[in-house]
């Protein structure tokens, strides 16, 4: 009689089923798979929505296009998951975290031109060329609100290397329409700035999408999506930051990790009118009963609860904060977060094949990460 | 059972006039204790409920059918048995004013007559609830799925698929053929291709 279970009905479970399980639901029966195959959601309700993953791709081309690897906070497992379908060899720039998909960049030739993938669906599209060529131009994902259908998004390209000097445009792209248009003005101080250092992820708050340079002394700016006005925010402490990366926070508003080095490092959120920085956690100097480095090769992703603190080289653990108290609740800062150590190494995830990787990372070839919810359907990226 | 023209102007005209639809005008409107309105559902073995009408309209079939006017007599639901029946109208009872599933209500609240709808926080009481609502075994969890499933309540469908997401959470693929009876319909060559696409699941 489960035979005939209605579409609707499974979908319902499916919903609040993870990647995992929804992975192996496709393998039980024809039935079952079309129905996974046509959740436009993807599965991202209840516990399933609850905690994003962690990619991690080398952030420098190697040679035989490497897998990426994703780990589960939940699962407490990392997985490899091949890039081979993959045409040409790609850097990872951002996560489309509504769409569970990659933004990446071409790796070979000098121009730019970006590529959506879901290495879960194998899938990939290659985006049109940009209407002004630049190199360079910080990128910012906007995630559109469609609830229940297929994710919309925005990609901003801002600024960018010419020829001779510095492109003072801003062009974004839609993903309903698939082109990119014309969107304003990138200021050449600002364009100057997001261009000689190559930006970090961006984090969109309040309607605003931000990117932090990434040389010190820190600072951030920001373009207000609704009426293109940009902006720099000041950083606590830019100047002694060593390591600094901007997460989204759960009230909606910016988020800040970094530190000054010894293990030391803070969560700061702006408050509302961009007014001030206030200190919302801190990153213990042990975690688990061991000192972490937090020098400046320390590299930080962020999502509304989680922070994921790794070194350039993934092989030698990661520390995971994870928000656990309400954030209008008193107390200290130190209280409201659990800190653990991540000691399984990602080259685990494919059995026989540690040295292979382990020459990758153990020879100090740096990785970036992001943080993803992960989409076993295939209809985003059609 | 009619459906699609269930809009809220037929819900607003159900709010002014009260299970109206189809009794004489002389006829009193089923009050249940403290005045409150009542209808009665009746399962497929003949068991009798008394269900505040408001808590019944969690359901979107018992609305469109309260809606239709068959909300004065008992109303048959032949597929379902009693001691189901009795586990959903507690859970109605139970998820009153519950703002996960109110969304529904909140439009007739505005009338002023679905006050026990305003929305409360769930509470810890209703949540362990719920928890035990489905610590059944298997086949009675399957019985509550189809049950929800027919009413179409959301809170009900929420906490049954949800339960039922649980169970086969970290199965193999074989123990979840298992469980639901399922009959493997691909062929060798098939499954192995499937099994290699999401090779990082079966690790």
Not at chain 1, 3 to 30: E, N, Q, T, Y
Not at chain 1, 38 to 47: A, I, K, N, T
Not at chain 1, 186 to 198: D, E
Not at chain 1, 216 to 224: C, K, P, Q, W
Request: net charge negative; proline share 7%.
């Amino acid at each position: 009689m489960w035979d005939r279970l209605p579409l609707d009905l499974l979908a319902h479970i499916f919903s609040f089923l993870p990647p995992l399980s929804l992975a192996r639901a496709m393998a039980v029966c024809g039935h079952w798979h079309a129905c996974v195959l046509s959740d436009p959601s993807g599965g991202r309700r209840g516990r399933a929505a609850s905690c994003p993953w962690f990619l991690a791709m080398h952030a420098r081309p190697v040679a035989a296009k490497p897998p990426c690897y994703v780990y589960s906070l939940e699962l407490r497992r990392w997985h490899a998951l091949p890039l081979d379908f993959l045409p040409f060899p790609v850097r990872l720039v951002a996560s489309v975290a509504n769409a569970g998909l990659l933004l990446c960049r071409l790796a070979a030739g000098s121009r730019f031109r970006l590529l959506l993938c879901n290495p879960f669906t194998r899938q990939h599209k290659l985006l049109p060329d940009l209407i002004v060529p630049r190199s360079n131009p910080a990128v910012g994902v906007v995630p559109g609100d469609a609830p229940g259908g297929a994710a919309s998004f925005q990609i901003y390209a801002a600024g960018g290397a010419t020829g001779g000097g510095y492109e003072p445009t801003l062009e974004v792209y839609e993903s309903r329409a698939g082109v990119w248009r014309r969107a304003g003005a990138t200021p050449a101080g600002f364009a100057v700035r997001l261009t000689v250092w190559t930006p970090n992820e961006s984090v969109v708050a309040g309607g605003v999408v931000y990117w932090m340079t990434s040389a010190r002394a820190y600072s951030v700016m920001g373009l207000e999506v609704a009426t293109g006005a940009w902006r720099e925010v000041k950083v606590p402490l830019a100047d002694r930051l060593e390591w600094a990366a901007l997460v989204g926070r759960r009230s909606g508003r910016l988020g800040l990790v970094g530190g000054c080095g010894q293990g030391e490092g803070w969560v700061w959120e702006l408050t509302e009118g961009e007014q001030s920085w206030v200190v919302v956690g801190v990153v213990p100097e042990e975690v688990e009963g061991r000192k972490w480095a937090g020098g400046a090769a320390t590299r930080c992703v962020g999502g509304d609860r989680e922070v994921y603190l790794y070194g350039g080289e993934l092989g030698k653990g990661m520390v995971v904060g994870r928000e656990v108290g309400d954030s209008s609740s008193s107390g200290h800062e130190e209280e409201r977060w659990e800190w653990k150590w991540i000691e399984e190494y990602c080259c685990s995830a494919i059995p026989g094949r540690e040295k292979a990787v382990a020459v990758g990372g153990g020879g100090g070839a740096p990785f970036k990460g992001v943080l993803f919810h992960p989409s076993l359907s295939p209809s985003c990226l059609r | 059972m009619s459906s699609g023209d269930s809009g809220p102007s037929s819900s607003k005209q159900l709010v002014q006039q009260p299970a109206a639809a189809g009794r004489s005008p002389n006829q009193p409107p089923l009050l249940g204790a403290g005045g409150r309105k009542v209808i009665v559902l009746k399962s497929g073995d003949e068991e009798e409920f008394e269900v505040d009408l408001l808590d019944a309209m969690q359901s979107r079939t018992l609305r469109r059918a309260i809606e239709d006017g068959c909300g004065d007599g008992p109303m048959p639901l032949p597929n379902l048995t009693g001691p189901v029946l009795a586990k959903v109208v507690e859970l109605f009872r139970r998820h009153r004013g519950d703002p996960r599933w109110a969304d529904e209500l909140q439009e007739t609240e505005k009338e002023g007559m679905f006050k026990d709808y305003a929305p409360q926080k769930p509470t810890a009481e209703v949540k362990g609830f719920d928890r035990e609502f489905v610590s059944v075994d298997r086949d009675a969890l399957f019985d509550l799925l189809r049950a929800a499933n027919f009413l179409e309540a959301p809170g009900l469908l929420d906490v049954t698929c949800d339960a039922a997401a649980d169970a086969v959470m970290n199965m193999t693929v074989e123990e979840v053929r298992e469980y639901f009876g399922l009959v493997n319909d691909y062929t060798p060559e098939e499954e192995a291709a499937l099994r290699k696409q999401h090779e990082w699941a079966f690790q």
